[in-house]
Every structure is written in C-alpha cells, then in structure tokens.
C-alpha cells in the first residue's frame, strides 16, 4: 500500500513539475505577440521609426529595450525648436537611419505602448537592430523595460560600450533620456 501511495505522489509530483516547466516555456516564447514584415520609410529618432508592411499598413515603433538621445523637435508651422535635443541625438539617429532606411525588415513586437506605438526588435536577417545601437553605443539599454531573454544581453552590451567608451559613453556629462525628458517636463518643454 506504502509503494502504491509512494508511486502516486511521485507521478503527481512528475505531472505538476512538467506543467510547470511547460508554463515557463510558454510565457518566455510568448514575448513576441506578433512578427511581421515590412520597410522602413521613416527614422524618426534614435529609437522610432516607421515601417510599412506589403499590404500598405503603416506602424509607428518603437525599438524594444533602448533608450536613445533625443533629438530636438521642430514647429512645423514656425520652423523654430519647440523640443530641444541631447548632445549625440542627432548622431544616434543617423547611426539608425544608415541601418535600416528603406530596408526590408523583420519586426518582432512585443508589447504596445500607451502611445499606441508597436514595441518591437527590428531584424535585418540574423542581425538585432536593437542590439547593435546599444552595442555600438548609438542608444542605453533601458532596464526599467527589458524583461528576460534580451535582458541580460542588452545589459552586457551597454556594459562593453561604456567600457569602450562608444558612441554615447564618450560624452563628458551623458544624461540618460529617461532624466532629460522628466528634466523638461518639470519645466514645460516634454
């Protein structure tokens, strides 16, 4: 009776650890809701562009797990500044534009932001987009929205540009994206 109670807990204990592996498996594989297709026609920045997929859909993203400098706004009306830039703004959106402008890219989105942006690594073939401007320094890895399996490799992407001193690194006084726009909201400007 003890090995028959024994063999049940056992096989009980078997079946909960596989659905439990099976759920893990599962929530990481869904980090990509939806992949598409499509050519970029726009860099806005550092960390947006825009891309068009074969059946004329038109998507604002924003690239996945980077934060790039801003580049300054300007009043289409005035042709004055209405948004000031970062030192290297314009440099990091140049580094992208270089990349993929008006490429066939690979877009794996992630998540939708509350600017109705999709969220999304961009592929160029087997190369991320994404990566190579944190690893080039053009952009930081934005930690406040990396989640597991790009986490830890965006991380240590920055951690070799910084080391590098690459791209952004090089600045004397860098000051993340993140603090210039909460900066100029203080002050009416974001």
């Known amino acids: 009776m003890r ?62 797990g980077i934060d790039a400098p801003e580049t300054s706004k300007i009043n289409k009306r005035s042709g004055r500044i209405s948004k000031p830039g970062q030192p290297y703004g314009e440099e990091s959106w140049k580094a992208l534009e270089i990349k993929i402008m008006r490429k066939q890219v690979k877009l794996d989105i992630i998540d939708i932001d509350k600017y109705k942006r999709m969220v ?7 190369r991320n987009i994404n990566l190579e401007m944190v690893s080039e320094g053009h ?14 490799e965006f991380i240590e992407a920055e951690r ?23 900066r100029l909201k203080v002050r009416g400007g974001y």
């Open 3 to 64: 090995s028959k109670i024994f063999l049940y807990k056992t096989v009980l204990f078997l079946f909960i650890i596989s659905g439990l592996t099976a759920f893990i498996n599962i929530s990481v594989s869904q980090a990509v809701i939806r992949t598409v297709t499509g050519t970029v026609t726009k860099v806005t920045d550092g960390d947006t562009i825009h891309v068009t997929t074969p059946e004329r859909t038109k998507l604002k993203v924003r690239l996945y």
């Open 160 to 182: 070799e540009a910084k080391s590098a001193r690459r791209g952004i690194w090089k600045l004397p006084e860098y000051e993340r994206p993140k603090d210039f726009r909460k």
């Open 120 to 126: 999304g690594i961009i592929w160029i073939g087997d």
């Open 139 to 152: 952009a930081e890895a934005y930690p406040e929205y990396l989640k597991p399996p790009y986490r830890s």
